[in-house]
């Protein structure tokens, strides 16, 4: 079951659609009406995804860089309380992605061309992951078992696997410039899939998305996704999981 929300977060974002709280009321939902029983939970494993909107937002309300600690304090402690619901309601392994480093993104290394990635953004990334494995520490004490309930999945070491690494994955061929996507809108004012008015296209497509890691200006190719996934981090996290 996936009850995700693209652009959504633990708090409300610039998205209007349901938060984690509410999509996680929605599995309650299920539960209370009986469609699934708390003992054929125990079988299931759940993910929970975060991926940075609820920064992306504090930026956007132009957020306080001295604020940001405190900010990044709150998402985790609620995506802990999130996380501890799931498990509570009787799923029994419960996973979450640390935070990809998002001044790579190109929506941020834009502003340099795409020639290197946001020290400062990636900075912030360090600690919301750091907070996040001190989250997961404390869960697992909780829930007092000889077994990890609560694991991460290591996006981040796989991103920058990927990103340092001269060939992408399995032998093919390299990545032509990471950071720099396959599909972005002429200027500013565009985006990836943007047209006017008149229905003309105002963005501009690679010759071979094959050879791009990212689509657009947050979203990792196809052949970028199998690259992470063909990581080390990655297989180790799965395989724990």
């Known amino acids: 079951m996936n009850f995700a929300y693209g652009g959504t977060g633990v708090f409300n974002t610039l998205i209007a659609e349901p938060n984690m709280t509410i999509q996680i009321d929605y599995l ?26 609820d920064y992306l937002t504090y930026i956007q309300k ?18 802990a309380v999130n996380m501890k619901r799931i498990y509570n309601m009787g799923v029994r392994k419960v996973a979450v992605n640390t935070l990809q480093p998002l001044g790579c993104l190109p929506r941020s290394t834009i502003q340099n061309s ?12 360090d600690l919301h992951n750091v907070y996040l494995q001190q989250a997961i520490g ?19 070491s796989a991103f920058w696997t990927v ?6 994955h399995q032998g093919k061929a390299t990545f032509k410039n990471p950071y720099e996507p396959c599909c972005i809108g002429i200027s500013s004012q565009y985006s990836c899939g943007s047209v006017d008015g008149n229905g003309i296209k105002k963005y501009t497509l690679c010759a071979d998305r ?9 979203h990792p190719t196809q052949e970028g996704w199998h690259a992470i996934f063909s990581t080390p981090a990655m297989q180790n996290s799965l395989e724990q999981f």
């Open 138 to 156: 404390k869960l697992n004490t909780e829930a007092n078992s000889t077994d990890n309930r609560f694991i991460t999945l290591d996006l981040y």
């Open 210 to 218: 094959k050879l791009r890691f990212f689509w657009d200006a947050v």
């Open 114 to 125: 795409f020639r290197h990635c946001n020290t400062t953004e990636n900075n912030f990334v």
């Open 28 to 53: 309650q939902q299920l539960l209370n009406e009986s469609v699934y029983t708390k003992r054929k939970l125990r079988s299931s494993m759940a993910l929970v995804s975060l991926a940075g909107n």
């Open 163 to 168: 990103f340092h690494n001269e060939t992408a």
């Open 62 to 79: 132009n957020g306080s860089p001295e604020g940001w600690p405190s900010f990044i304090k709150s998402v985790v402690d609620q995506l």
